[in-house]
């Protein structure tokens, strides 16, 4: 009982962390109660699943009716992405429909085309028109206040849905693009905002000149802001920010519109106190419902209340536990009878002696390659090495192409480099299969059942977070996203997905080991010197790339300006998206070094990390196929 009292103090302590992230999420997005949400799976007309989420006051009735909003994220992005507006609109008396685009996260791939019909806008909807065909029919929605609302992409297809419905949408929302449909489109019977941050990293790599200001003088949104298709362009008047100006539509009805530049920039809309009560404002004051007290213009917009932060503290939470549980059962693990055979004798030190010149050199490049490559300004998602087509492998859509590319090319670096080390120095230091961590005995003889335990090993571990995470689903009805960081349970049909991007996976993890060994931070079987080689390896595999990532962001919302290594093409996206990537790999190079130093083989960690890898990657990205 001694031995296991710290794992049992320690499960205690994710038990606790886990109920308070539910008593988070669940608490604010409901409004403690006030609100109810409910997870609704909608069929369109081909047969294909949209995943949408219903944020509805309990106030709301059919003698009660209350305005609707229907929120879609950005690219890449789930419907959890939008919680914090939902959570903010709801509260002050709105319905609120959020949902994933079709192909992303856990809706499906469109089959037909009754979501791919452009109308006379031009766009498609991925999954505006079924859920148009639900929404409706609801008796306790108060149809004359119709909100669309759209992040990045998610405004292209709602804006195109608002000028397809101009009978039905009171306003639209547009947050972070500057996207109006075709230009020959010139009926925008609909009220109509145009929010963009002043760092918005999109919208700076496209600007006319060095500020986002550029993109509020465009001709398209003079004439939809003045109602005016004759004039010629350069003598429209400039549009003055947050000014409301008023116009009256084809059908002789007035209607207006609104631009506002909070201090936001494109990734972080979603996480970011001045573009929340931005569009908190301009939905509010439009309508006519929720508006804060106190609240007279959009220069008193700081006055008003959020209470979103909560939700997401929630998520970290959640994440804290999910990790937390598969520490304690990776640990509890190697206690266990049945897989005591995977604690191998401790292997020798052949590393580099340290503080030796070679050390040095070896510290300082495993340190910067990371964060070198990738700020090489060429990551592309289609070919890797910039020669080799390996577009047909991607199964997935946006950043995760680029970032397996970037994890390949800097596996093959760090190949490279532990064979240099091994014949310089490893090899005369008695380097050998066993020593860099491949025995699956203590006799070095090979064990096919080594192998598969300690695949099972990682199974078990995982599986321990991802069935903590597949209750907390079933709770709170909600995924999981913290900043651009984002996981879910994986939907039936990402199965081979997950394979794939299990194979995907190895090299980077497996390189990683190799690598570190030149380092010689050898565990000693305790937890004490197993713990404090990851806090070292995590730093060199991550420091670097968050050392990036703070650069970038500084930069970026300080000056408004994009480091220059990040215009090319879509890498800005990258910049930001270094989050995502920086948690991961932490999360999963802790695991490989503790688990491996305590097995003193490279298998179990293995395992376990590529299995988190795979199950990050694959659970949430957009899918360009199931199957090849």
Not at 112 to 118: L, Q
Not at 503 to 512: R, T
């Amino acid at each position: 009982m001694k031995k296991r009292h710290p794992l049992v103090l320690s499960l205690c302590a994710v038990i606790c962390v886990f109920i308070l992230a539910l008593v988070f999420i669940i608490g604010t997005s409901t409004t403690w109660g006030k609100v109810e949400i409910t997870d609704l799976n909608l069929v369109t007309a081909d047969g294909d699943k949209i995943h949408t989420l219903l944020y509805k006051p309990r106030a709301a009735n059919e003698e009660n009716k209350v305005p609707l909003a229907i929120i879609a994220h950005g690219g890449s992005d789930m419907l959890e992405q939008a919680s914090g507006y939902a959570i903010e609109l709801s509260r002050r008396g709105y319905a609120v429909v959020t949902y994933d685009y079709m192909a992303q996260a856990d809706s499906d791939i469109p089959t037909g085309n009754s979501e791919n019909n452009s109308g006379i806008s031009g766009y498609g909807k991925r999954g505006l028109n079924t859920i148009w065909n639900t929404v409706k029919f609801f008796n306790f929605v108060d149809t004359d206040h119709i909100v669309t609302m759209g992040h990045s992409g998610g405004g292209m297809h709602t804006v195109g849905f608002a000028i397809d419905h101009q009978d039905e949408i009171f306003l639209q929302v547009n947050l972070g693009m500057n996207m109006y449909g075709p230009k020959t489109v010139t009926e925008h019977n609909f009220n109509f905002v145009n929010i963009l941050g002043d760092s918005d990293e999109s919208a700076l790599a496209r600007a006319v000149g060095d500020t986002n200001w550029s993109h509020f003088q465009v001709e398209q949104l003079k004439r939809i802001f003045f109602n005016d298709y004759e004039t010629p362009a350069e003598q429209l008047p400039e549009l003055i920010l947050n000014k409301v100006y008023t116009v009256t539509g084809t059908d002789g009805k007035t209607y207006t519109r609104t631009a506002y530049m909070p201090d936001s920039c494109h990734a972080y809309y979603l996480c970011d106190q001045d573009a929340v009560k931005t569009v908190i404002y301009a939905i509010t004051s439009q309508v006519g419902l929720g508006l804060d007290a106190g609240v007279k213009s959009y220069d008193d917009y700081k006055k008003i209340s959020t209470v979103w932060q909560l939700h997401d503290i929630g998520y970290a939470l959640e994440l804290l536990a999910i990790i937390g549980l598969m520490g304690v059962v990776a640990v509890a693990l190697t206690k266990a009878p049945f897989f005591k055979s995977l604690m191998l004798k401790p292997m020798q030190n052949v590393g580099y002696k340290k503080g030796s010149p070679q050390w040095i050199i070896a510290l300082i490049l495993l340190c910067i390659l990371p964060p070198a490559l990738y700020a090489t300004g060429k990551l592309p998602q289609d070919t890797f090495l910039g020669f080799i087509p390996v577009s047909q492998l991607w199964l997935l859509d946006g950043n995760v192409s680029a970032w397996l590319c970037w994890q390949w090319l800097l596996s093959l670096v760090l190949i490279v480099l532990f064979l240099i080390y091994h014949f310089t120095y490893g090899k005369k230091h008695g380097g050998d299969l066993r020593n860099y961590g491949f025995a699956t005995s203590d006799d070095n003889r090979f064990s096919f059942v080594y192998i598969l335990k300690s695949l099972l090993y990682g199974l078990i571990t995982v599986g321990s977070g991802y069935a903590l995470m597949a209750i907390a689903t079933h709770f709170t009805q909600q995924g999981l996203h913290i900043m651009t960081f984002m996981m879910r349970t994986i939907s039936a049909n990402r199965s081979f997905i997950f394979f794939m991007y299990f194979l995907f996976l190895v090299p980077y993890f497996l390189s990683s080991t190799l690598a570190a060994r030149s380092l010689g931070f050898n565990g000693d079987g305790t937890n004490k010197t197993a713990a404090k080689n990851v806090g070292i390896m995590t730093a060199i595999a991550v420091g670097g790339l968050l050392i990036l990532w703070i650069v970038f962001v500084v930069v970026l919302n300080v000056n408004n300006v994009i480091l220059p290594m990040f215009k090319v093409n879509r890498l800005y996206i990258l910049g930001v998206g270094l989050i995502p990537m920086i948690i991961g790999i932490s999360v999963g190079n802790a695991i490989n070094v503790f688990i491996s130093q305590k097995a003193n083989s490279i298998w179990p960690g293995l395992f376990t990390a590529v299995l988190w890898g795979t199950w990050t990657v694959a659970s949430t990205t957009a899918v360009l196929k199931y199957i090849y």
